[in-house]
């Protein structure tokens, strides 16, 4: 996902103020190493919503999700939708009840074991169901899970919203990322459990087409005035990465090796359509040479128009950029390097590799998609415009990072991180390279950890464990103080006397420990300042000591 982000100046001048004087304060109490974790949150209590979604708790660790058939029905008149949802898990305990969701505005019509009838109760957006018998470890089971109502439209990009296009056409999509997929139907809504593969079938008046995930299956007249649309995705996918593109789409394709490209887009903009959109493969083949052929090969690649900026619905992604370079036509970055690509197209594609292959478990981790797939873009600027491009591109997302709170947040409350885990994680991302120092050991380590967790749901311990196995160095405390510590690490330079300088790091992590490239561009120094005070000789003034702060974010103070 992307949001539009507006920074105001006062409100970063309040937050920086504060951020310096806890950083004092916790500076002062470091006596024994901290434990890793995230210091006391400034953030709003959590809503009982927050914790119903947010919790994995007995009902919903007792299962494991196998396959979902969505199979609905679409009235754009009503604006109303009705259907099941037959769901096939694996219990992982001996139990009798599961927890579903379902938004509270929509109804239950009734939930199936076979043809027995079960009972339910409802909690907010939550579905409690309890079944007459225990339900057996190891065993699986399937449920029908009717439904119907009128979807609430809602959110940044609509949950689920019944608009016209500019013709006077029904357009009709999905996208639901933070609000969750039971604004629209009935599934387990959380991140850490992703069905193993799904179908979805959607009834539509006749004249319109629906666009969905996965492979495209055949339709079918339904001889009602309606036509059935089936798609088939036969990979793992998030709840929220299932879409509905409803509208008067047209068609064109195109192909990459064996894998098929298939384009949706109004009328209208066919022409600038097949224009822009050959943007996707250079951006296949960059994304492919770093990490390994795209992840959904069997599902197709598409983009589909969208009434709103876009999104990463996995082998379906929305394009709401208006087919011109940039970010909605505006020069995103401020540096000139966003216009020469499409960044819908770049962002919301690269989400394929990180956030729909490689997930997170838990929302409070979504730096792994946001992070990553940022990075991502920078590395898309290498590809094409080389290595000095990329490190600009990073560094042009400074302006946006407020460094207010971690980027990882409490788990188990269902909220959104801050917008740091965008800009601020591909900022970590290219230090961490500078770390490495090396970069075919760089492009090897972050190849195989895509490759090692494809197609797996994971937490930031599990990138930490990874990548310190790989380069054999705790780079745990690193990792600790970019994620969940909300200030930078400072490096603080002292030229006390003449011919030596005194070096360390300034960080809440005590054991924070970062080689750092200093002195003069054309020949840096590596020095490994630890948050002990270290001498070494110099001959540069503190005015002719530079610090390489394109490579490493930090901030620097010279004393
Ligand atoms: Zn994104």
Same mark, same amino acid.
């Given at each position: 996902m992307h949001d539009q982000i507006v920074l105001r100046t006062t409100f970063r001048a309040l937050a920086l103020a504060i951020v310096l004087s806890v950083s004092t304060i916790s500076s002062q109490a470091q006596q024994a190493p901290p434990p890793p974790t995230a210091p006391a949150s400034t953030l709003g209590p959590p809503t009982r919503a927050d914790l119903l979604r947010g919790q994995y708790g007995r009902y919903r660790a007792n299962n494991d999700l196998l396959f979902y058939h969505l199979d609905i029905r679409v009235d754009p008149e009503k604006?109303?939708?009705?259907?099941?949802?037959?769901?096939?898990? &694996?219990?992982?305990?001996?139990?009798?009840?599961?927890?579903? %969701?379902?938004?509270?505005?929509?109804?239950? %019509?009734?939930?199936?074991? @076979?043809?027995? !009838?079960?009972?339910?109760?409802?909690?907010?957006?939550?579905?409690?169901?309890?079944? +007459?018998?225990t339900l057996r470890n190891g065993r699986e089971y399937t449920i029908d899970f009717h439904y119907s109502g009128q979807p609430e439209e809602q959110g940044r990009f609509g949950g689920m919203a019944f608009r016209?296009?500019?013709?006077?056409?029904?357009w009709i999509t999905t996208a639901c990322e933070d609000e969750g997929a039971s604004v629209w139907w009935p599934n387990k809504d959380q991140w850490r459990d992703e069905v193993e593969r799904m179908q979805i079938s959607v009834a539509i008046p006749s004249t319109l087409v629906d666009v969905s995930n996965g492979r495209f299956m055949g339709k079918t007249d339904l001889g009602d005035g309606y036509t059935r649309w089936d798609w088939l995705v036969q990979y793992p996918i998030n709840n929220y990465n299932v879409a509905l593109n409803i509208g008067r789409y047209e068609h064109f394709s195109d192909k990459l090796g064996d894998l098929p490209l298939d384009f949706y887009v109004l009328p209208a903009n066919m022409e600038k359509a097949k224009k822009q959109f050959a943007?996707?493969? +250079?951006?296949?083949?960059?994304? &492919?040479?770093? /990490?390994? =052929?795209?992840?959904?090969?069997?599902?197709?690649?598409?983009? *589909?128009?969208? !009434?709103?900026?876009?999104? =990463?619905?996995?082998?379906?992604?929305?394009? @709401?950029?208006?087919?011109?370079?940039?970010?909605?036509?505006?020069?995103?970055?401020?540096?000139? *390097?966003?216009?020469?690509? %499409? /960044?819908?197209i770049v962002h919301e594609s690269g989400h394929e590799w990180f956030g729909n292959a490689v997930s997170a478990a838990d929302v409070s981790d979504m730096w792994i998609h946001e992070?990553?797939?940022?990075?991502?873009?920078?590395?898309y600027v290498e590809k094409l415009f080389g290595h000095d491009e990329a490190i600009r591109y990073v560094n042009s997302y400074k302006p946006k990072v407020q460094n207010r709170e971690p980027i990882i947040t409490q788990r188990g409350i269902h909220r959104q991180p801050q917008q740091d885990m965008y800009f601020k @994680?591909?900022?970590?991302?290219?230090?961490? &390279?500078?770390?490495?120092?090396?970069?075919?050991?760089?492009?090897?380590?972050?190849?195989? /950890?895509?490759?090692?967790?494809?197609?797996?749901? *994971?937490?930031?311990?599990?990138?930490? &464990? /990874?990548?310190n196995a790989r380069l054999k160095r705790d780079l745990t405390p690193i990792f600790d103080q970019y994620l969940r510590r909300a200030a930078l690490p400072t490096l603080q330079l002292a030229f006390n006397e003449a011919g030596s300088m005194a070096y360390k790091w300034k960080a809440e992590e005590r054991a924070f420990a970062m080689p750092v490239r200093i002195g003069r561009p054309d020949n840096w120094t590596t020095i490994e300042p630890t948050t002990d005070w270290k001498v070494m000789p110099m001959q540069l003034s503190k005015e002719q000591v530079e610090v390489a702060t394109d490579l490493y974010y930090i901030t620097v103070e010279k004393q």
């Open positions: 604006k109303s939708i009705a259907g099941k949802n037959t769901i096939r898990f &694996r219990m992982l305990a001996d139990d009798t009840r599961i927890q579903l %969701d379902l938004a509270a505005n929509l109804h239950v %019509d009734r939930i199936l074991l @076979g043809s027995t !009838p079960l009972k339910y109760e409802r909690d907010l957006g939550t579905v409690y169901v309890d079944f +007459p018998s016209k296009d500019a013709a006077g056409n029904h943007q996707a493969k +250079p951006m296949l083949e960059a994304f &492919r040479s770093y /990490f390994g =052929e795209y992840p959904f090969e069997k599902d197709g690649f598409k983009l *589909i128009e969208v !009434p709103y900026a876009g999104m =990463e619905h996995q082998s379906a992604v929305a394009y @709401g950029n208006g087919f011109v370079n940039g970010y909605l036509d505006r020069d995103w970055t401020g540096i000139g *390097i966003s216009l020469k690509f %499409d /960044f819908i992070g990553w797939t940022t990075y991502l873009e920078s590395l @994680g591909t900022l970590f991302l290219n230090t961490l &390279r500078s770390v490495v120092d090396d970069d075919s050991v760089w492009w090897a380590l972050v190849r195989d /950890f895509y490759q090692q967790f494809k197609y797996q749901n *994971i937490m930031t311990e599990d990138v930490v &464990r /990874f990548f």
